[in-house]
């Protein structure tokens, strides 16, 4: 059996959901540790996180390299892989971004909805495209193995960081947008620019970005995905799942309005539905990973790019963009 | 031929200097990158370094574990270990201890040379013990596998931190106080702690460590050293030299007043000599490691022993004590 990644979650974590991703046998998730936390703060959950990985040994450790990928299907458990969906984590500072790499992040979003240092988010009205600082940054992030996520950044800026980045960058969570025409979602050619060069994206279960939102159907999603993969090649996605399990409807808001406005902002949701959506009935949590490999069978996959597609596929991707670019060979 | 370590250095680094190292065959050098800073302090230290590794790949690298001792001599580089003088890295707060051990810190001084959230420095006038966080954070340490070092901190509080630690201890840089009455050298009770728990020390260059200062003889030096292995065992000791090389004397006023206070203090110097003493002239730099080594000769060392000491006894003890206390069989 191949591989099983989920390249995006941001769970209220506990005991229950890490035994929920050993039943789901989900062999590595990225999870997200910074929305709008500054450096030190970013540290502060780096440490609850290592707390939990010296509490449950048995079911969770911090990966840092795709071959922990494997290391977890040996020994039976999870492998948790540390993300951005903000510039925040660096500040205003170039040189946090190797310190970050090695505390573990993997994955930086250069924009969250809103104009960052780096780059536009995708709620803005004009999308100016990638800063000074921008480049400088998405060249540190090429050096040092931590890559380029604009899940959440606007398409110009996103296009422009596929075509600068002199790595594959991702999309790790979001659907397309000509199947639900939702801010997030991604329209063809922003697609392209990001696949075209070597670029991966994950599909999100997120119900704002579903057909139908809670009431999606698991053949409608496959469906979405078999679309996708006719258009682009199999090749280039896997699962991004944006399950946000077990969260308070506060946390939705911080990941809104975080420091940056003293007014509501609804984001996704609107006044009369402000909080999370409930999920559809066949991705709950970790333990509904089954659903998706039946409903992509059904879609008409075959067993190697049904592997591909539940993590095959970004694994081979962490193989080539984890580990410093310019590697000395004597290392 | 041994491997060649100096435990404690804290030059004003320099492309020069990186190239002495090379020319001295230093194959690693603990390096102070914290005196008083705080957490996001020693970062952008962290972060000078990092600029240093990348410009000067040939010369040397970070040093992270025993094989990069090895690894530097295979590639002809000095392998750069970090280390504190001073707690002040984890502020009040025992979840650093692993954050900053995962960005390189191998030895952390648990105070220097005043009272610290954790031990009593050498300069005060009541010396309590280990306090509270202090046995926490020595537990974590030990986890972790970073060293407590105790050259700066007083009597009671280093022989307590050599009983409470689980692991070995360390005085990366200090001398015989029977041999030179300094404040900082160590009383003999004080070493047997130290050693009785398989601990080392390094032997201290700083001329105010030195009998007749900085016109102490190589031999009077290498006698210290005998009299000290005749004592104690040779496998305890090696080089912690303190060279502060090229710095200017603004440096060892912060060393000594940091922010703690607005008045003035000398340290081991005076209103008179308030700056940095001049080196021996059989030790101005890491050139001169040759010197120490034919001066253990004319001791009477033989050359198990005198590799021991140039570095072989580090090298064992950074082998036992870098890593995680309990790594896990699988890993």
């Known amino acids: 059996m191949g591989y099983r990644i989920d390249c995006l979650q941001y769970a209220n974590w506990s005991e229950k959901i890490f035994r929920q991703m050993r039943e789901g046998g989900v062999d590595a998730v990225h999870v997200t540790i910074a929305y709008h936390e500054n450096f030190r703060e970013t540290v ?92 400088q940054v998405i060249k540190e992030m090429n050096r040092v193995g931590m890559v380029v996520d604009m899940s959440h950044s606007a398409d110009r800026s996103t296009i422009e960081a596929a075509d600068i980045s002199e790595r594959p960058i991702a999309i790790t969570h979001a659907n397309l947008h000509s199947w639900q025409p939702a801010l997030r979602n991604k329209r063809d050619d922003v697609v392209r620019a990001v696949v075209d060069n070597g670029g991966m994206m994950g599909f999100s279960l997120y119900p704002h970005h579903l057909q139908g939102k809670s009431d999606c159907t698991i053949d409608s999603f496959c469906q979405m995905i078999a679309t996708a993969a006719d258009r682009f090649g199999v090749q280039h996605f896997g699962i991004g799942s944006d399950l946000c399990q077990d969260q308070p409807d506060s946390v939705v808001e ?14 996704e949701g609107s006044a009369t539905a402000p909080g999370f959506p409930p999920q559809p009935d066949w991705f709950r949590d970790n333990r509904d990973f ?31 963009n984890f580990t410093p670019a310019d590697t000395r060979p004597d290392t």
């Open 44 to 135: 502060l959950n780096i440490e609850k996180w290592n707390r939990w990985f010296e509490q449950f040994p048995d079911l969770i450790f911090h990966g840092e390299w795709a071959s922990d990928v494997v290391r977890a299907r040996d020994t039976g458990r999870t492998a948790i892989f540390f993300g951005f969906q903000n510039p925040s984590p660096i500040e205003d500072d170039i040189g946090l971004v190797e310190v970050l790499h090695k505390l573990g992040a993997r994955f930086m979003q250069l924009s969250y909805n809103n104009q960052s240092l780096l780059a536009t988010g995708c709620y803005e009205a004009e999308d100016p495209g990638i800063t000074r600082m921008g480049r």
């Open 254 to 267: 911080w990941m809104r309005v975080g420091r940056w406005t003293k007014e509501i902002d609804y984001g």
């Open 290 to 320: 089954d659903n998706i490999e039946h409903g992509l069978r059904r879609a008409g996959f075959n067993d190697t790019e049904v592997a591909g597609l539940m993590g095959d596929n970004w694994l081979r991707f962490f193989e080539q």
